[in-house]
């Protein structure tokens, strides 16, 4: 397996480090040639992260319901970027292999209505959520399931309309994360397709019944925000995606809602993380103070209703191309 190379600056590890549980640090099955991807520098995977990764992992194949000698995790703590490099913050562990990539990620953006402002920056991860319609990332362990590639339309490339494919790697949860499915949680291609207009072409299997197909501008938004799911650059999603095609396998996202009110507490409390024996990323919550975890009971009331108080509107047609 090779995914894109990543350069590892020593110099930003200050930067990028933050207090981490000392029992967390030190696991004694985790082998050598991983210990030293742990860390909570850039491209390594913060301990507590790693741990429960591991043994969300484990638990899975001795309970008989996963093979895949691989497995996923992500820490949402991590800055989308720097100096306008997208920031590894997604990993792939494989551990027969003794392999280990960091690759980006995207997290949720979420949304700024009267009632309230669960709406994330373009950096950092304040607000979280299982909320149906939050739109925010939900932490905790999650299983990959199915794989459904969809047509999204078409768009210009070296001066041919060419069809856009995206495929659609389905989570299932369990906990805090159980309405998966429901919110239409999983992994996928950073990179949707903006229509503009709509033209003819019968012998497309995708036309509808008038003949036509959609036509806009591929947008790419690697390392940035999404609706809720897990995002890759196009060239990570060749390598990732196919590791999970087909072959179940798991994925730990950190923070849960119990690190996000810890953490929260500890800064309001204004002790420090290693004495609360809490993780964030410190870059991040230097940038957004302190996070906040919006639970389904509070926050699905607000979010239906905001549509309900929407108005009717006609159906949008899409102008045809000229």
């Not at 850039?42 to 899975?60: D, F, N, S």
């Not at 991860?125 to 459904?148: C, I």
Request: charged letters at 25%.
């Amino acid at each position: 397996m090779k995914l894109p190379r990543l350069f590892f600056v020593a110099t930003m590890a200050a930067a990028m480090t933050a207090s981490v549980p000392a029992n967390a640090a030190d696991s004694a099955d985790i082998p050598g040639w991983l210990q030293k991807h742990v860390g909570t520098g850039y491209g390594q995977i913060a301990p507590v992260v790693l741990e429960r990764a591991r043994a969300l992992y484990q638990q899975k194949v001795k309970a008989g319901e996963i093979s895949n000698p691989c497995y996923f995790a992500k820490d949402v703590t991590r800055p989308s970027g720097t100096n306008g490099v997208a920031t590894p913050r997604f990993y792939v562990i494989c551990e027969e292999e003794k392999s280990f990539q960091a690759v980006s990620s995207g997290y949720g953006n979420g949304r700024n209505l009267k009632k309230a402002d669960f709406s994330n920056g373009r950096q950092c991860a304040q607000n979280f959520s299982n909320a149906e319609g939050s739109k925010l990332t939900m932490g905790g362990p999650y299983v990959t399931a199915e794989t459904k590639t969809s047509f999204k339309g078409y768009y210009e490339q070296g001066g041919k309309k060419t069809p856009f494919y995206r495929s659609f790697l389905q989570y299932d949860g369990e906990g805090e994360t159980e309405n998966a499915r429901e919110r239409e949680i999983g992994g996928h291609e950073a990179r949707f397709l903006k229509w503009q207009c709509r033209f003819t072409k019968e012998d497309s299997p995708h036309a509808d019944e008038e003949g036509y197909v959609p036509f806009g501008t591929l947008v790419n938004y690697t390392g940035g925000r999404s609706n809720g799911c897990t995002t890759w650059s196009p060239s990570e999603t060749e390598e990732v995606l196919p590791l999970a095609d087909g072959k179940p396998t798991t994925l730990y996202v950190y923070p849960e809602s119990r690190d996000i009110d810890a953490v929260a507490n500890a800064v309001t409390a204004g002790t420090s993380l290693s004495k609360a024996g809490v993780y964030w990323n410190a870059e991040c919550l230097k940038a957004i103070g302190k996070p906040k975890f919006w639970p389904k009971s509070q926050l699905q009331p607000i979010i239906d209703d905001w549509r309900e108080s929407l108005p009717e509107m006609a159906p949008y047609v899409l102008p045809i191309c000229k």
